[in-house]
Structure formats: C-alpha cells, structure tokens
C-alpha cells in the first residue's frame, strides 16, 4: 500500500507539473514569443564553475543556519536533553531535499518524522518548531517589503505592489500569531469540554494540547527573539544564493544583453516560493514555481519566455543541488538512526492486500499524466522552433593558438562565413594565405548564410529584417547581393533566405517563407517558383531547409521538417526520395554525390555521403574530440576542400561555439585545419579557391 500511495501521489505530482509547464507554454506562444527550451541545458552547462562553488557553500550556509534555529526552537522543552546537531543537521539537509515533494509544503511532515527517529524529539515540538518557522519566514518578509515600497531605485510597478504585499502580510501574520497562541489554546480547552465522555477524542485533544503547550514554551523561552534573528541570516543567504544563480544564467549563452534589476529579481523569486508554496499537487514544485516568478516579472514588465526560461534553469540547477545534498544525508540518517522490532513492525503492517479504490485512483493519475505528458509535447512541438531571446554574446579570442594552423601546400583562396564576434552576426573573410581576417558587412541586423558566386566576385547573404531573428526563423529575412570588388550590396528578395548559385552563376536560388523554392534571373530580375509545399511531389504542410538544386537542375536536395522531418531528394517527375534524417543535404559539385549531417561519431554529428544521390550512406568525415559536432559542411567548386562548423558539445546554430574547419577532402579526419579561435558563434562558412 505503502509503494501504491507513492506511485499515486508521483503520477499526480507529474501530472499536475506538466499541465501546469503545458499553460505556460501556452501563454508564452500568445505572447508571439518562443521558449528556447535548448538554451535550458546549455545555460545549465555554461554556470561558472566558480558560481557553482559559491552557491553550494550558501546552500551549505543555509542548511547549517536552519538546524540551528531548528535547535532552538525545539529545545525549550523544561528538562529535556538538548538536542544533538548532527542528527539535526542530516534531517535538516533531507528536509530540504523533499519540503517541495508534496504541495503547501507538506513535505516538513517527513522532517517531522525523521527528526522524531533521529533525534527523539516529540512530534508535537517537531510540529511546534515547524509552524513557527514557517511564521517567521512570513514575518521576515515584512520590512523587506515595506523598504522595497520606500526604496527610490526600485521601479514604480514594484514598488505599488509592495505596499499591499506588505499589508497582506501583515495580516497573514497577525491571524497566524492568532491561531498558533489564544485560538490553539482555546480550540482545545473547547475540545476538552466537549469531549468529557467521548473516550476517541482523548488523543488527539492531548495531542493538540501537546503542540499548544511546546508553542507557549517557545515563546515563554524568549527564544523567538533568537529564531527571527537566525531567519533573517536564512532568507539573505537563500535569496543572495538564487540571485546569484539568476544572473549567471541571464549572462549565459543566448540571453547575454538581457538586464534586470535586483529587486525585481528578488521579488520573483519570493513569488516563486509562494507558487511552490500553493496546494498544487505538483513535482518538486516544477511548474507552480514558474508560474509565480514569471507571473511577478511579466508584472514587472519582463518578457514571459525570457522569465520562464531563466526561472527554470534556476529552478533545475537549485534542485539538483539540493537533491544531491539531500540524497547524501538521507543514507547517513539511516546509518545514525535507530533501527529495530518496533520499526520492522510498523512497516510490516503497512503492507496489506491490494485495494481496488487505490489502483482505480492510481489508473485515473496514470491516465492524467498521459493526457499531460501529450499536451506537454503538443505544446513543446508548437514552440519547437527553439529561438534565443537575443543575440548570443560576442565571446573572446583566442587568437593566439591560430599561430599553430598551417595551410595545405599550394592552397589558394578564401573562406567567408557569418560570426558574431564583432557584436552582432556579420559577413566575414579570412585570406587562406595569412588567416587574414576582415568583414565584409558591418550591420545592425544578422547576416547569415554567404555563398560565393561561381567567379568568386559577389556574395550572397541573408539578411534579417529585425535585429536579431533566430535561423529557425524562415521567413523574416531577405537576400541580398554584395558585390565583392565596389562593396555595393544590392537587394535580390524579401521574405527569402537560403541563397546558392546557378553554376553558370547567372541566377540565384532561394527558399521563400519556408515553402517555396524560387530561381531569380539576375539579368531580368524575374522570379520563378520551381517547387513548392503541397506541389510537385512535395508533401503538404512541410518547410523546406537549406534547399540545394542539382548542376543539371533535375533534382532538388532538401531537408524538410513540419508534416514530415527528413532529408530527400526530389526529380523532375515529382518522385521523392528519402536518403535519411538529419539536415543540410547538399548537391557536391557536378551532381557526383550528396553529402548532408546526420547521427553518428564521436559526439553524436557527422558528415555523411551517397554516391549521385543513390545507394547507402556512408559515413565521410568525423572530426576528433573536442570539436567533433560537425554543421554547415560545403565543399569548393572543384570538391578539393569542405569547410564546415563544430562544436564542443553545443548545438544551436546560431547560439553555441562553432569553430570553423577546413578539409582536405580524403585526408584523415584529425587532418582537418581549425581556421576560427573564437568564443562567440561562427557558422554557415563557404570557400573559394583559386
């Protein structure tokens, strides 16, 4: 029964935390914003390592604060031995770990009871103890609001709001104070009176006496005095250490240039609390405690999907913490505390035959958490086009390590690519020669993709048409033409992206709102619209990536995701052929074979082939660790080089560190030359030799 009632209250809990992630899915989608879920993991890996250190010792800080008010709080039983620390200790860890397992902080309950095993205490002053903290927490946030409300560099929506907050408060306070002194000890003189000649009422009005009489033992003590000191050092260390986790992850990858002020800050993560706080069957409060931090920041004026994103890294990173704490300290109380007959008894008892009713709610909590896990992945799928919220930060050089690279003999040439290390996404080119650098766009808005003309004279390039548009995005952008030898830029198409070349280099190719592949006449300035979704073979509903038109212009090469998610080839008589998963499928030079990314190789990426289109893959490069996430490969004209784009483990294309390589084609893989040492994002490369 026992296992039963914890599967139950486990489905319930992921349940109830998924449809809750699934609403603010939702809200954030009507926001017209996107969730960059991706960016979770990556700003969970990218937390300094010294931060981690730092937040650990807080929590380590924290822990130690609260047994000792703990201790306080429980010893002022007259004649009783005092408690011992480290018993105390090791519960208070575990306290930690589970008070968010269950919702309106019913998890203190387990507190209650390991500390009654641990450390012998009565679960009237565990009950006791835990009431009055949870006060104190309450009463502590008092002047922190009032001084928010008076504090002239907080902002006008935060400080309107504190004051009633206060008020609020306040009163919460007051009717607690209430019911923990006169209405407690009034409920069980009234108790006693009416339960004179009711002989089951005995032990619980003496139980509830036992908690009145260890309640006005504390305050009799003078003890309060002493917990409320001790709770204002745990709430500065508790907030001081998620803020400094908050803003760790808002200066991590892809959310760099975001601001917000502290006080806000704080007034979301206390929002926070109160959400976990609520009677929300949840999961480690994942949900509800989102909701309340990023109800509070959009309050404040915060983006939703910018507040939510944070909020759970900063969630996620805390509960990891706390878990592995918590989770070492519970095999030490069941190493320190006592074990025997009564215990095996108890348990023993708890084991009884299968009931009906409780696998009839357990199906029920199985079938919500699949109803829940589907509208999860439902929403997850509908802001799947992972966006960062801003540009990547411009990273650091490492120039100094570029002195190592050697060229190939008799390499001549250069590559172009699109990186941010100048502050936002431009157009750069490195002269193979010296790995002389220089930029060949300087714009506020991204420009992505360049693809050399067949003569080497003009670029290609995708421009945004807002400063910072995601490459997920296929639709807010334009192509445009740079003329290489005056620096004019001319603009060829609104509203397309994806740009390449004919081979005689007289027209340019391009994707259009993700949904048509057109040919523009460079000469004319007339459109063509060769393929499109729903058309010619191409299945409804899907978006085309990357497009590559064959030399012969008989055969499209595309990666498709929407309604169906592969990379396929394309003929003249609408056939579609799938050569696999994975992306970037590109037509190498004379139509000899396609070659595209897929799974695979040392860290999950690498570039594959198929002879003319046909016949099985083959694996053809896999770069060596560290970088060895292979994107944006592209050979030269004469299929001598491939240039392409790694990573050391992140993945977003225009977010993570790719550092541009370069090939010789048929050379060992750890032959492959590494042209770029920079910490900022560099992608979508290609080369001209001469």
């Not at 139980?207 to 050092?233: K, M, P, Y």
């Not at 970037?584 to 004379?590: D, F, N, Q």
């Amino acid at each position: 029964m026992v296992v039963r009632r914890s599967l139950l209250r486990l489905m319930t809990g992921m349940a109830s935390s998924l449809l809750l992630m699934a609403g603010l899915m939702y809200l954030v989608e009507r926001t017209g914003s996107e969730v960059n879920l991706a960016m979770v993991f990556e700003s969970l890996k990218a937390i300094p390592p010294e931060v981690l250190w730092l937040y650990t010792l807080i929590v380590i800080a924290n822990t130690l604060a609260r047994a000792v008010r703990y201790r306080v709080l429980v010893d002022t039983r007259t004649g009783a031995p005092k408690t011992r620390f480290v018993p105390l200790l090791v519960v208070t860890a575990v306290r930690n770990m589970v008070v968010d397992l269950l919702p309106a902080r019913i998890g203190e309950l387990v507190f209650v009871g390991m500390l009654k095993r641990a450390c012998a205490t009565p679960v009237a002053s565990g009950l006791a103890a835990v009431a009055l903290s949870l006060l104190l927490d309450i009463v502590v946030l008092i002047p922190v609001l009032v001084g928010v409300t008076l504090l002239p560099l907080t902002g006008p929506a935060l400080r309107e709001g504190s004051l009633p907050a206060a008020l609020l408060v306040t009163l919460l306070s007051v009717f607690a104070v209430f019911v923990l002194w006169p209405g407690l000890r009034v409920l069980v003189r009234w108790f006693q009176t009416i339960g004179a000649d009711r002989p089951w009422m005995r032990r619980p009005v003496a139980f509830l006496a036992d908690i009145s009489d260890a309640l006005n033992q504390c305050r009799h003590a003078g003890t309060l005095g002493r917990a409320l000191a001790i709770t204002v050092v745990i709430r500065v260390l508790k907030y001081g250490g998620l803020v400094l986790l908050f803003f760790a992850v808002l200066s991590g990858p892809g959310l760099q240039g975001s601001t917000a002020a502290v006080t806000d800050v704080v007034a979301a993560l206390v929002a926070s609390e109160v959400g976990a706080s609520l009677p929300i069957p949840t999961l480690m409060s994942f949900g509800a405690y989102e909701a309340g931090g990023a109800a509070a920041l959009g309050l404040l004026g915060y983006p939703l999907a910018l507040a939510l994103l944070v909020l759970l890294t900063v969630h996620i990173a805390s509960q990891i913490l706390d878990y592995a704490i918590g989770g070492i300290c519970l095999v030490v109380f069941f190493l320190i505390s006592p074990s025997g007959a009564d215990h095996r008894r108890r348990e023993n008892a708890s084991v009884s035959a299968p009931s009906g009713g409780r696998w009839g709610h357990a199906g029920l909590a199985a079938l919500a958490l699949v109803l829940a896990a589907g509208l999860l992945v439902y929403q997850l799928d509908r802001v799947r086009s992972v966006r960062s919220q801003v540009a990547p930060p411009a990273g650091a050089s490492t120039t100094p390590q570029a002195a190592s690279v050697k060229m190939p003999n008799g390499v001549q040439g250069w590559v172009v690519w699109s990186s941010n290390r100048y502050g936002n996404h431009d157009i750069l080119r490195m002269r193979l020669q010296d790995r002389h650098i220089s930029p060949l766009t300087d714009h506020p808005h991204t420009e992505t993709f360049p693809r050399i003309s067949p003569d080497g004279r003009a670029i290609v390039f995708m421009r945004s048409r807002q400063p910072w548009v995601s490459l997920r995005d296929l639709v807010n952008w334009d192509v445009y033409l740079l003329d290489l030898k005056t620096g004019r830029e001319h603009l060829l198409a609104e509203y397309a992206g994806a740009p390449t070349w004919s081979t005689d280099g007289k027209s340019v190719f391009f994707q259009r709102r993700g949904v048509e592949f057109v040919e523009r006449d460079l000469s004319t300035g007339k459109e063509r619209v060769l393929f499109r979704s729903a058309e010619k073979g191409l299945p409804a509903g899907v978006t085309l990536y990357e497009p590559s038109l064959s030399a012969d212009r008989k055969q499209l090469a595309v990666t498709l995701r929407g309604s169906r998610r592969m990379t396929a080839i394309l003929d003249a008589t609408g056939t579609l052929r799938e050569t696999g998963d994975g992306c970037h499928l590109t037509w190498a030079p004379e139509d000899r074979f396609v070659y595209w990314i897929s799974k695979g190789g040392v860290m999950q990426n690498q570039v594959y082939r198929r002879e003319g289109g046909g016949g099985a893959a083959v694996p053809w490069l896999d770069l060596p660790a560290p970088f060895s996430h292979e994107y944006f490969p592209k050979l030269n004209r004469d299929g001598r080089y491939l240039v392409l784009g790694a990573s050391a483990g992140g993945h977003e294309h225009d977010v993570a560190d790719y550092e541009i390589f370069l090939w010789p084609v048929g050379e060992p893989a750890d032959q492959a030359l590494r042209l770029t040492f920079h910490s900022g994002n560099d992608n979508w490369p290609d080369i001209f030799t001469e």
